[in-house]
Nanobody
């Protein structure tokens, strides 16, 4: 599976952005998908994940209630809708695909190249 994340950019605090991740491969619908982020000087951290069917989602406490992850298996794509953005959300955001559920980066087998989100105060 090859992943391509897009949609990042510069936004003011309180604003919104929608990230997209396009996937190649006919087995996309069988993968659990995740979003991670990495801020400068910090470790990569879990943001959200979604089951293969889209019926189950998990969120990091820091984004719960502000971010929504969804997927469209017909389009081989996942999305991360982000609202009420804060300066601390500034990071490179990565989409990832794996066979097992979890918030650890180690359970994901495939990674996109990342898209930069910058939230100004």
């Amino acid at each position: 599976v090859q992943l391509q994340a897009s949609g990042g950019g510069l936004v003011q605090a309180g604003g919104s952005l929608r990230l997209s991740c396009a996937a190649s491969g006919r087995t996309f619908s069988s993968y659990i998908m995740g979003w991670f982020r990495q801020a400068p000087g910090k470790e990569r951290e879990f943001v959200a994940s979604i089951s293969w069917s889209g019926g189950t989602t998990y969120y990091a406490d820091s984004v719960k209630g502000r971010f929504t992850m969804s997927r469209d298996n017909a389009k081989n794509a996942v999305y991360l809708q982000m609202h009420s953005l804060k300066p601390e959300d500034t990071a490179v955001y990565y989409c990832a695909a794996g066979r097992l559920p979890g918030a650890s980066a180690s359970v994901y087998d495939y990674w996109g190249q990342g898209t930069l989100v910058t939230v100004s105060s």
